[in-house]
């Protein structure tokens, strides 16, 4: 007849966890753990979670099973405070750097807006000077001064936005530091 007292003692021997202590236990991540149960039809577990029960776990067994297993997945490493604040540092690198690809200009998609919208610029004033010259009356000679005013207007304003769009720009990275 088996003794009441030593099955009292191996049951007291038995570390039961949930399994946010078994995955804190094992330096794994919860979703690791998750993905273990639900892929493992071996996985030692006391207790299956659901309905109001939380899932029961034998550490000593668990971490027994997994010694004996050669796995790719119990070879990852494990999950440590400094691996966290690396990932944590890689998240944040991500977002500064696709926070900046967010203000960042098609150069050349605004170099050609700016050639089309130069051009009609050109075609605008060209007709503005037309109409001036029949309505006033002014000579070819005087219509040509002012086309060409015009049109050396439409030149620096081109080269003026060219100049801001090529690499480099030390006047547009002082305005807008936060493009450098």
């Keep these: 007849m088996s003794d009441p007292t030593s099955a009292l003692s191996a049951s007291s021997a038995v570390r039961t966890v949930n399994r946010t202590q078994l995955s804190m236990e094992l330096g794994r ?8 149960i639900a892929t493992d039809p071996d996985f030692p577990i006391l207790q299956r979670g659901g309905q109001g029960q939380a899932y029961a776990f034998d ?18 490493p494990a ?21 900046r690809m967010s203000k960042l200009v098609d150069v050349e998609g605004m170099r050609a807006l ?23 009356g002014f000579s070819v000679a005087v219509e040509r001064e002012i086309a060409a005013s015009m049109g050396a207007l439409v030149d620096d304003l081109e080269a003026d936005i060219g100049e801001a ?8 990275l002082e305005e807008h530091p936060g493009l450098n």
Excluded: C, F
Aim: hydrophobic share 35%; glycine share 8%; aromatic share 2%.
């Design 165 to 172: 769009l090529s690499p480099g720009n030390k006047r547009l």
């Design 114 to 136: 700016v050639g089309k919208a130069s051009g009609d610029l050109r075609m605008i004033l060209d007709k503005t000077v037309g109409e001036l010259t029949r309505r006033h």
């Design 29 to 36: 991540s919860r979703t690791w753990l998750d993905q273990r």
């Design 79 to 99: 999950v440590t405070s400094q691996g966290r604040l690396a990932e944590a540092k890689a998240r944040m690198a991500e977002m500064d750097v696709s926070d």
């Design 59 to 76: 550490l000593a067994a668990v971490q027994a099973y997994l010694q004996g297993q050669d796995t790719t997945a119990s070879k990852l």
